[in-house]
């Protein structure tokens, strides 16, 4: 059974940092495409960020540069570490080990 199991969420003041981790098991992990996409109250849900088997990345232009998508192939974890998080950063953070996706973790930036 595949299981992916965020963590890392929580609140935080804006200009802060949070890493965010999903743990994956059940699922052989390395050659996956892997991401993060969020969700905010009463929006679409977008794409956040992706990293492919090569360890090549790819950013949602309003994360660019303030966020980074890792992975841990020995640890079968992926990572998101967000810096200089702003208020329109709130939302549910949704890990991607394809074709799993995880349950969410809320995130919340005050002003």
């Known amino acids: 059974q595949v299981q992916l199991m965020e963590s890392g969420g929580g609140l935080v003041q804006a200009g802060g940092s949070l890493r965010l981790s999903c743990a994956a098991s059940?699922?052989?992990?390395?050659?996956?495409?892997m991401g993060w996409d969020r969700q905010a109250p009463g929006k679409q849900r977008e794409w956040v960020a992706r990293?492919?088997?090569?360890?090549?990345?790819n950013y949602a232009d309003s994360v660019k540069g303030r966020f980074t998508i890792s992975r841990d192939n020995a640890k079968n974890t992926v990572y998101l570490q967000m810096n200089s998080l702003k208020p329109e950063d709130t939302a549910v953070y949704y890990c991607?080990?394809?074709?799993?996706w995880g349950q969410g973790t809320q995130v919340t930036v005050s002003s």
């Open positions: 059940g699922i052989r992990f390395g050659s996956n495409l």
């Open positions: 990293i492919f088997s090569g360890g090549s990345t």
């Open positions: 991607l080990v394809a074709p799993y």
